[in-house]
């Protein structure tokens, strides 16, 4: 059963009905490293690889004339959400997102897939030369929300990986994620989509706020994190205290776990963060008035940062999507519409 969606906010009603990250979008030094590892390693559905470039496309990422690059898009049993898109833009001038430094820092640090047992594929990811940050560990979700098995390892691009084993006590939030998604699809190899991504922001109160009236997810669990358990999973510092609030739409896949250090400092790696850039560089949501959510993001604080454009992706997916700064960390994130078909 799906946990009841929290009541819309006085004065604000919602423009769209619980979305879900639609897409994490990766800038790739090496699109053929990013397809073995998600389609060859996780089992993920590829597209076939696509060349992107034209002047929309230069305008959506803010490129100079004649820029191009390659993409494809991941998936797990054709599933709308929870895709990845890895683009390798044709630039010599790529920075990178994440200096490989264990643990978070403001921005998108992180994808969350989920696995029936964590062991074995910790294993054969160990054996392929994956590094993983601490063995699985277990930890209590503040409130009962449940004790998953989790473990996290850099992936491509300095991307950090994160498998979750759901576990948790009967009428627990994490417990009924688990009978949402037991009977839902995963890849050839076990794997989810991805079922979860880390938000680090500065104000978690504000990126929620954004969430909750732009794009209609709402709090499944908002909790306090200070176990030494989930600090040593994280690579956080030991006694560190991080509020997180798991926001999530109408599917159980493509939440967005927003979170604010209390007592301690992150590197910003958000608000700087444009093309061509390698690593996790946006999230993509859809939206269902792509120009009254532009106009509710404005009053969340969340400005566009350039007219809509119409975007042909790989898999024959045409979307019309703008850019903006999302609140809370000035990290670039993505509202696409459904562009009509020719």
């Known amino acids: 059963?799906?946990?009841?969606?929290?009541?819309?906010?006085?004065?604000?009603?919602?423009?769209?009905?619980?979305?879900?990250i639609g897409i994490a979008i990766l800038g790739t030094a090496s699109l053929e490293r990013c397809l073995d590892f998600y389609a060859g390693q996780l089992g993920m559905d590829a597209s076939a690889v696509a060349a992107l470039g034209g002047a929309a496309f230069e305008r959506h990422w803010g490129l100079p004339a004649g820029s191009t690059a390659r993409a494809a898009l991941l998936s797990v049993g054709g599933s709308s959400v929870g895709r990845v898109l890895a683009i390798e833009f044709d630039s010599?001038?790529?920075?990178?997102?994440?200096?490989?430094?264990?643990?978070?820092?403001?921005?998108?640090?992180?994808?969350?897939?989920?696995?029936?047992?964590?062991?074995?594929?910790?294993?054969?990811?160990?054996?392929?030369?994956?590094?993983?940050?601490?063995?699985?560990?277990r930890h209590a979700v503040a409130g009962g929300g449940g004790a998953p098995v989790e473990a996290i390892f850099l992936g491509p691009d300095q991307v950090a990986i994160n498998l979750v084993e759901l576990d948790g006590a009967p009428g627990s939030p994490i417990e009924a994620i688990w009978r949402e998604t037991r009977e839902l699809p995963r890849s050839r190899l076990g794997f989810s989509q991805v079922a979860t991504s880390a938000h680090a922001t500065r104000?978690?109160?504000?990126?929620?706020?954004?969430?909750?009236?732009?794009?209609?997810?709402?709090?499944?669990?908002?909790?306090?994190?200070?176990?030494?358990?989930?600090n040593e999973l994280t690579g956080r510092p030991?006694?560190?205290?991080?509020?997180?609030?798991?926001?999530?739409?109408?599917?159980?896949?493509?939440?967005?776990?927003?979170?604010?250090?209390?007592?301690?400092?992150?590197?910003?790696?958000?608000?700087?963060?444009?093309?061509?850039?390698?690593?996790?560089?946006?999230?993509?949501?859809?939206?269902?008035?792509?120009?009254?959510?532009?106009?509710?993001?404005?009053?969340?604080?969340?400005p566009v940062l350039g007219e809509p454009?119409?975007?042909e992706l790989p898999g024959g997916l045409r979307l019309r999507a703008c850019l903006l700064r999302a609140p809370g960390s000035g990290a670039l994130l993505q509202l696409t519409q459904e562009a009509d078909r020719p």
């Open 309 to 311: 454009e119409d975007l």
């Open 203 to 230: 104000d978690v109160a504000a990126a929620a706020r954004f969430h909750r009236e732009v794009l209609g997810m709402w709090p499944a669990v908002d909790a306090v994190l200070d176990s030494p358990a989930a």
């Open 92 to 137: 010599p001038h790529a920075r990178r997102v994440s200096d490989g430094t264990r643990g978070p820092f403001i921005g998108y640090w992180n994808l969350n897939f989920y696995v029936d047992e964590i062991e074995a594929p910790c294993r054969a990811l160990a054996a392929q030369g994956y590094t993983f940050w601490s063995k699985p560990v």
């Open 238 to 302: 030991r006694e560190a205290r991080t509020r997180v609030i798991w926001m999530r739409g109408d599917h159980p896949y493509g939440k967005v776990a927003l979170s604010e250090p209390l007592n301690y400092t992150l590197v910003d790696r958000a608000s700087d963060v444009v093309a061509p850039a390698i690593g996790y560089l946006a999230q993509s949501f859809p939206v269902a008035d792509l120009e009254l959510a532009m106009d509710r993001a404005a009053q969340c604080g969340a």
């Open 1 to 20: 059963m799906r946990p009841p969606r929290a009541p819309d906010p006085a004065g604000a009603p919602l423009l769209n009905h619980g979305s879900s």
